[in-house]
């Protein structure tokens, strides 16, 4: 149990400083989901995640998300994905209707016994619903990168980081951050992960610090 709470207090602390600091953090916020995985198809995950996200130093409730999946496995150290998500975000008192549509690949490659550094390149295109495609199509490129170290076979904690590039505009935003990974049970896995996210021409007033949790359920 020790042991345990040291790898979230590990994990945590560094962001619990910097919201210390008003001058780093301008916004915290809370993004939470419950996932449900199937995995009976050979080498191929199928995945749809309900999340809820609050904003405003977690008094506005800020989106609300729906995303649906397919995840293949192309040999030991690729995979690569397609998937839909669907978001109502909170716009000064009404929501937008979003959709987003995204292609990802995933490379995973063992560094030293028990850490594995794991890349994910995204490309998403994203559009408010009712408005015409000409005047509201967003392109993005995403990377991120982490260290994963597998400290038993339940239990995972991971440093990482993920830069956007929008298409017509460059670099857009980065995110830090760091967590853990417990499976509870043959089908039950949760996740805790702190989040630091910027934007590159800002002066930290889009900044914000993030508590992220999961709670997944596999079919196997």
Same mark, same amino acid.
């Given at each position: 149990? $020790?042991?345990?709470?040291?790898?979230?207090?590990?994990?945590?602390?560094?962001?619990? /400083?910097?919201?210390?600091?008003?001058? !780093?953090?301008?916004?915290?916020?809370?993004?939470?989901?419950?996932?449900?995985?199937?995995?009976?198809?050979?080498?191929?995950?199928?995945?749809?995640?309900?999340? !809820?996200?609050?904003?405003?130093?977690?008094?506005?409730?800020? $989106?609300?998300?729906?995303?649906?999946?397919?995840?293949?496995? #192309?040999?030991?150290?690729?995979?690569?994905? /397609?998937?839909?998500?669907?978001?109502? $975000?909170?716009?000064?008192?009404? =929501?937008?209707?979003?959709?987003?549509?995204?292609?990802?690949?995933?490379?995973?490659?063992?560094?030293?016994?028990? #850490?594995?550094? $794991?890349?994910?390149?995204?490309?998403?295109?994203?559009? !408010?619903?009712?408005?015409?495609?000409?005047?509201?199509?967003?392109?993005? !490129?995403?990377?991120?990168?982490?260290?994963?170290?597998?400290?038993?076979?339940?239990?995972?904690? #991971?440093?990482?980081?993920?830069?956007?590039?929008?298409?017509?505009?460059?670099?857009?935003?980065?995110?830090?951050?760091?967590?853990?990974?417990?499976?509870?049970?043959?089908?039950?896995?949760?996740?805790?992960?702190?989040? =630091?996210?910027?934007?590159?021409?800002?002066?930290?007033?889009?900044?914000?610090?993030?508590?992220?949790?999961?709670?997944?359920?596999? #079919?196997?």
């Amino acid at each position: 149990m $020790k042991r345990n709470l040291s790898f979230y207090i590990f994990i945590l602390l560094p962001y619990f /400083i910097l919201c210390q600091s008003s001058s !780093l953090i301008n916004d915290i916020q809370t993004w939470n989901s419950v996932e449900f995985q199937y995995k009976k198809i050979k080498r191929t995950e199928l995945s749809l995640e309900l999340g !809820l996200r609050h904003d405003d130093n977690l008094n506005n409730f800020s $989106k609300f998300l729906t995303d649906f999946s397919l995840r293949r496995s #192309f040999n030991n150290y690729i995979d690569y994905s /397609i998937g839909f998500r669907f978001d109502r $975000k909170e716009n000064k008192g009404s =929501f937008d209707d979003r959709i987003r549509y995204y292609f990802d690949n995933y490379i995973v490659y063992e560094v030293f016994k028990n #850490f594995d550094l $794991k890349s994910r390149l995204r490309y998403q295109n994203q559009r !408010l619903q009712g408005v015409s495609l000409s005047q509201n199509s967003i392109n993005k !490129l995403r990377h991120k990168i982490s260290l994963v170290n597998n400290i038993k076979k339940n239990i995972n904690i #991971f440093l990482g980081s993920e830069i956007f590039y929008e298409f017509g505009e460059g670099f857009e935003k980065y995110r830090i951050l760091s967590g853990l990974k417990k499976r509870i049970s043959k089908n039950f896995s949760a996740s805790i992960v702190g989040l =630091f996210q910027n934007d590159f021409d800002s002066n930290n007033e889009k900044s914000i610090f993030v508590l992220k949790t999961k709670l997944v359920y596999s #079919f196997k």
